[in-house]
């Protein structure tokens, strides 16, 4: 059995981490240690080709990420990030399920400078909030190019102080269809390419 199917077979039934106990963190911890050490993309940030994309988060320690599955009458459904290297950009999105018609979203957009072959520094600077309905949400990559376009939206849709909010993020895994990255704050996240 490879180190990537140890990984995905720890991480299955987790709900990207908020089922997991200690000892299955602890599980998931080394299988993404045994995997970093097989990374076959030693410079991930060159592999552009690799890294621009859409993902979709499977596993996360970020506690501001598991406690968005805390809101009251509300929870998480997908989790993505989109990547674009061509304009150094990055958009989170999470969709939020509750109440019928009243189906959220959370997004935010950041920048991203290389640092070194595995580390990118990222600036945040825009976060919409709002119903689905409101927002004319229909998918992930329909969002995302309203985004880019610069679409303003019915919805809290405010610029970030990217002094304020930054951070920073070390690829360690980067293959075909898997990411894995450990953020300043301590996180780790595993990613599927969508």
Not at 34 to 50: D, G, M, R
Not at 147 to 152: F, H, W, Y
């Amino acid at each position: 059995m490879t180190e990537k199917t140890i990984l995905l077979e720890a991480i299955a039934g987790t709900n990207r981490g908020l089922l997991a106990d200690d000892a299955k963190k602890q599980a998931i911890y080394v299988a993404i240690a045994n995997l970093e050490n097989s990374n076959p993309t030693p410079n991930p940030l060159k592999a552009t080709h690799l890294l621009d994309g859409n993902w979709r988060l499977i596993y996360t320690t970020s506690k501001p990420l598991l406690n968005l599955d805390r809101l009251a009458l509300s929870k998480v459904g997908q989790i993505y990030q989109y990547i674009r290297v061509n304009t150094n950009s990055i958009y989170n999105l999470a969709e939020i399920s509750g109440l019928p018609y009243f189906e959220g979203l959370i997004s935010v957009a950041a920048n991203f400078t290389t640092v070194n072959e595995k580390r990118v520094n990222v600036k945040f600077e825009r976060s919409i909030i709002g119903l689905q309905r409101l927002i004319g949400y229909n998918s992930p990559d329909d969002f995302i190019q309203q985004i880019e376009s610069g679409k303003k939206f019915m919805a809290i849709d405010l610029s970030i102080n990217s002094n304020e909010q930054k951070g920073w993020l070390d690829i360690t895994y980067l293959d075909e269809d898997l990411r894995v990255g450990r953020g300043n704050e301590g996180s780790l996240f595993v990613l599927s390419k969508t």
